[in-house]
């Protein structure tokens, strides 16, 4: 089992930058890919960015391509989300999720899910 803990949300401007963490504890972290998802309020959570155990493979949501980069480090327990040129578009809770398996864009094929960290991008 896996407990995760995003931070790093808040307000920001449009155009703005802001980095997301999700700590994880338990000693298996290398062994689970790890998904960033996002709700924004009346709307459907849906995928932003996954990638593999090992960090070698990563996926990314059309919308966020070439402005959102993830990554991990496995020593640290700990996978980013760099989020540059920030929209309106961008606001929303951001969640950390993990599976014991390959990277998947669906939520629902995720085990365990972090409380959320908001996101407001102003305009």
């Known amino acids: 089992q896996v407990q995760l803990v995003e931070s790093g949300g808040g307000l920001v401007q449009a155009g703005g930058s802001l980095r997301l963490s999700c700590a994880a504890s338990?000693?298996?972290?290398?062994?689970?890919?790890m998904g960033w998802f996002r709700q924004a309020p009346g709307k459907e959570r849906e995928f932003v960015s996954a990638i593999s155990r090992s960090g070698g493979r990563t996926a990314y949501a059309d919308s966020v391509k070439g402005r959102f980069t993830i990554s991990r480090d496995n020593a640290k327990n700990t996978v980013l989300l760099q989020m540059s040129s920030l929209k309106p578009e961008d606001t929303a809770v951001y969640y950390c999720?993990?599976?014991?398996?390959?990277?998947?864009?669906?939520?629902?094929?995720?085990?365990?899910w972090g409380q959320g960290t908001q996101v407001t991008v102003s305009s």
């Open positions: 999720a993990a599976r014991q398996s390959i990277v998947d864009v669906i939520s629902a094929r995720y085990d365990y």
């Open positions: 338990g000693r298996t972290f290398s062994s689970y890919a």
